[in-house]
């Protein structure tokens, strides 16, 4: 994997991450309106940085949820993949 | 519903075999306490959560678990990647039997605490494995 592809995907990684545990503090405090808006914040970083790295390297998420192209899901890598 | 995202929610890059490793990992990977035990408990107490901020949680850990799950997969594969079929059967990840499994009616009698009853029952679910015997690699 060329170093890149791994830069975007560490933010990608990063940004998930961020997510998760927002939405996580989220659920218990579905009012806060500081936390929403950050969450709000990394997700659209989150999708902005999804399309750059799909538009690159090819799609990340299966069942309609990134654009494919043929063949790509099945040739791309796995990430247990070394 | 779920959606797979190719991608590991941590990078896994383990690039010296190790099986005794990948053998220990094993517990975290499908044991009652292991990532996939959590996320299925989670996913299921969901149904019976009467508080809707508690069953919003249960639903995001349930999933996130299993994220945890793929990752303790990944460190497995990758312990077990390169190494032999020696290194493989000394740590134990040759598919045998374990000893202990193998024979219960050679072995010591049961605790005194087992009742006849369970120790029946113990037996009736080894039955498959003491009956499965490995074919000698030619």
Same mark, same amino acid.
């Given at each position: 994997?060329?170093?890149?592809?791994?830069?975007?995907?560490?933010?990608?990684? %990063?940004?998930?991450?961020?997510?998760? %545990?927002?939405?996580?503090?989220?659920?218990?405090?579905?009012?806060?309106?500081?936390?929403?808006?950050?969450?709000?914040?990394?997700?659209?970083?989150?999708?902005?940085?999804?399309?750059?790295? %799909?538009? %690159?390297?090819?799609?990340?998420?299966?069942?309609?949820?990134?654009?494919?192209?043929?063949?790509?899901?099945?040739?791309?890598?796995?990430?247990?993949?070394? | 519903?779920?959606?797979?995202?190719?991608?590991?929610?941590?990078? *896994?890059?383990? =690039?010296?075999?190790?099986?005794?490793? @990948?053998?220990?990992?094993?517990?975290?990977?499908?044991?009652?306490?292991?990532?996939?035990?959590?996320?299925?408990?989670?996913? #299921?107490?969901?149904?019976?959560?009467?508080?809707?901020? *508690?069953?919003? #949680?249960? #639903?995001?850990?349930?999933?996130?678990? +299993? @994220?945890?799950?793929?990752?303790?997969?990944? +460190?497995?594969?990758?312990?077990?990647?390169?190494?032999? +079929?020696?290194?493989? =059967?000394?740590?134990?990840?040759?598919?045998?039997?374990? =000893?202990?499994?193998?024979?219960?009616?050679?072995?010591?009698?049961?605790?005194? #605490?087992?009742?006849? =009853?369970?120790?029946?029952?113990?037996?009736?679910?080894?039955?498959? *494995?003491?009956?499965?015997?490995?074919?000698?690699?030619?």
């Amino acid at each position: 994997m060329e170093q890149c592809e791994q830069a975007l995907l560490n933010k990608i990684a %990063e940004t998930r991450f961020a997510c998760v %545990e927002l939405q996580l503090y989220l659920d218990t405090h579905p009012s806060d309106a500081v936390a929403t808006a950050d969450f709000n914040c990394y997700a659209e970083t989150l999708r902005d940085l999804m399309t750059t790295y %799909e538009t %690159e390297y090819g799609p990340l998420m299966n069942f309609g949820s990134s654009p494919f192209a043929a063949g790509s899901w099945v040739d791309q890598k796995w990430p247990w993949q070394v | 519903m779920w959606i797979y995202e190719k991608r590991l929610e941590y990078p *896994v890059s383990i =690039t010296r075999p190790d099986p005794r490793m @990948a053998k220990l990992l094993m517990a975290q990977y499908g044991g009652p306490d292991s990532e996939l035990a959590a996320g299925l408990r989670y996913l #299921t107490q969901r149904y019976s959560m009467p508080d809707d901020r *508690v069953r919003a #949680t249960l #639903t995001d850990i349930g999933t996130e678990e +299993m @994220a945890h799950w793929e990752m303790i997969a990944a +460190m497995i594969h990758q312990c077990m990647q390169g190494a032999s +079929m020696e290194e493989l =059967t000394a740590a134990g990840l040759d598919g045998s039997i374990p =000893t202990a499994c193998r024979s219960p009616r050679r072995t010591s009698p049961a605790p005194a #605490t087992r009742s006849r =009853t369970s120790s029946k029952i113990w037996r009736q679910m080894l039955q498959p *494995v003491i009956r499965y015997r490995p074919s000698k690699s030619p």
